[in-house]
Every structure is written in C-alpha cells, then in structure tokens.
C-alpha cells in the first residue's frame, strides 16, 4: 500500500505507457521503493528487482556466460535486465561502470553481449530510485544516462493526515508480493500502442520545439533540452491525453510534463538548489501556448 502524493502514481502509470523509464529521487524513506514496487506488482508482467550497491558488476545486471562442462560450449545465463520491468533500486550508490551497463537497455530495448544483441521483452520499463546526489556513498549520474529516463520525479512528504494514516496502518508490514495484478502484459502493450495513435496538431509539436529553443537560448542554462528531451515531451503528452480519455493532446498535456521530462536534461548555470526549475518555468512564461 501506497500513502502519500496521488500524482507520483500517475506520472509513473504515464510512464509505462508512454514506453519511457522512470528516476524517482528522493530523500531515504517516503516510500519511493513501495511505490514502484506496488506498480510492478499491479500489473501482470515479469518484474525483477536489483539492489544496486558499491561492489555490483555489469555482468550481475545484464548476465553472465558460463562455461559447460557437458557439452565443452558456453552458455549464457540471462541477468535481472531480461525482465519487462526492473526496479534498479538506490541507481546511484553504484559506480559508473556498473550504471552504464543499462545504457543500452534503456535507450534500444536490447543487450549486446558475448558478440550478440538480445532483444528485451516487450513491454520493457526501468524505474531507478536514487536518494539526493549530495548524500554520502552517492555516485551522480551522467548525462548521458539521466537522458534515458522519460520522467525525473520525487514522491515528497505525505500531508499530515496520510502520515497518520501510515502510523496506523503499518503498511509496510503488507506484503507487495501478495498484491493481484489489475492488467495484463497484452493490455499495457495494447495501450502502449494506442498511445503512438494520440494526434498531436502541427501547433503543439511546434509549441514542443519552441520550448527546447527557448531553454537552449535561455541566460541560466549551460545545456539546453536536447531533440531526445523533445520526443520524450510529446511522447509524454500523448499518453497523459489517453490517460484522461482523449485521442488528442492539449497544451496542459505538455506544461503539466515540462518539469518531470525537462529539468534533469538541462544543466543550469547555477549550481543552487532549484535553478533548473526556475529556469524551465522561465521558459513556459516566455514562450505562447497554442490556442
């Protein structure tokens, strides 16, 4: 059971459905881990989970071949990857070796290995967890890798009247793996695809463009949102559309993803708390929403 911020669950059900990968930052103990454990458990699909630590290698995510005795051959034994979602929890408690291993899982669906690619079922969806950059035994993420994440989001403290929920029913003491699937595997890929069917008028894909521009032209931003960040903008929109039982997408399908696809691509000027957020705000003020 999850108690606490009801839009965190429908950013990462957008997510899912919008084929994307999912960073939860947030400080230790807010539930971050139930949430996309809770997910993963609702929906009927194979799930696995790794407790990303200091001493993890790449083979310990992605598998490993190991020699046959029998038949004198090397065989290959899949890793937690091969899975449709995986809970790559505390991401950044482990070295950047060990975190680039699911570069190419994330970006192409696929894992190469021993001279081979192998395909990743589909649907397949990585929610990483990871607890503020500044905490002690943390390893920041590149670039590069926070690029593979659709959505950037924090679950943030529960009110005050879910938090006494949470004292009073324990519920961590409820155990996730006794949760019943609400959908199956072929009915998120179904959605999946209606999503890709989402129109999104010529105005609103201008309306995306003019937003990179805007942060790549803006005075307190080193790095602009790049034409990935632009996909992930529209891709998104298009599934919040279908998510509030439209076929089309709106203008507040994009503002209301701005923050969770924009603000871990750019890099601010400014190392101060926020002024990444300040800056992408900056740029909804200055550029005209379509009619």
């Not at 192998?118 to 590069?144: C, I, K, R, W």
Request: charged letters at 20%; aromatic letters at 4%.
């Amino acid at each position: 059971m999850f108690l606490g911020n009801k839009d965190a669950v429908d950013r990462m059900v957008c997510c899912l459905l919008a084929r994307g990968h999912l960073l939860v930052e947030d400080v230790p103990g807010v539930g971050k881990t139930v949430l996309a454990t809770a997910l993963a458990r609702s929906v009927g699909c194979a799930f696995s989970r790794i407790q990303l630590t200091p001493d993890l290698l790449p083979s310990d995510i992605l598998g490993v071949s190991i020699f046959d005795q029998a038949t004198g051959k090397f065989t290959f034994t899949q890793g937690p990857v091969f899975t449709n979602i995986l809970l790559a929890d505390e991401i950044n408690r482990t070295p950047p070796r060990t975190q680039a291993a699911l570069l190419e899982a994330m970006s192409e669906g696929t894992v190469s290995i021993d001279g081979r690619t192998l395909s990743l079922p589909a649907p397949f969806m990585v929610v990483a967890t990871q607890n503020p950059h500044d905490y002690e035994g943390t390893y920041p993420l590149p670039e590069n890798q926070l690029d593979r994440f659709l959505m950037r989001m924090s679950v943030g403290y529960p009110s005050a009247a879910d938090e006494v929920r949470v004292l009073d029913l324990r519920p961590a003491n409820t155990p996730l793996h006794d949760l019943t699937p609400v959908i199956t595997r072929e009915q998120i890929v179904g959605l999946q695809d209606a999503v890709d069917r989402v129109r999104v008028d010529a105005s609103l894909l201008q309306y995306v463009v003019a937003l990179a521009g805007e942060t790549r032209r803006h005075g307190e931003l080193e790095v602009g949102l790049s034409p990935r960040g632009s996909l992930a903008l529209a891709q998104s929109a298009r599934a919040t559309a279908l998510l509030r039982g439209r076929d089309y997408a709106i203008p507040e399908d994009i503002t209301s993803n701005w923050q969770a696809v924009a603000a871990h691509r750019v890099i601010p000027k400014s190392s101060s708390p926020g002024s990444a957020a300040a800056a992408l705000d900056d740029c909804l003020r200055r550029v005209a929403s379509p009619a």
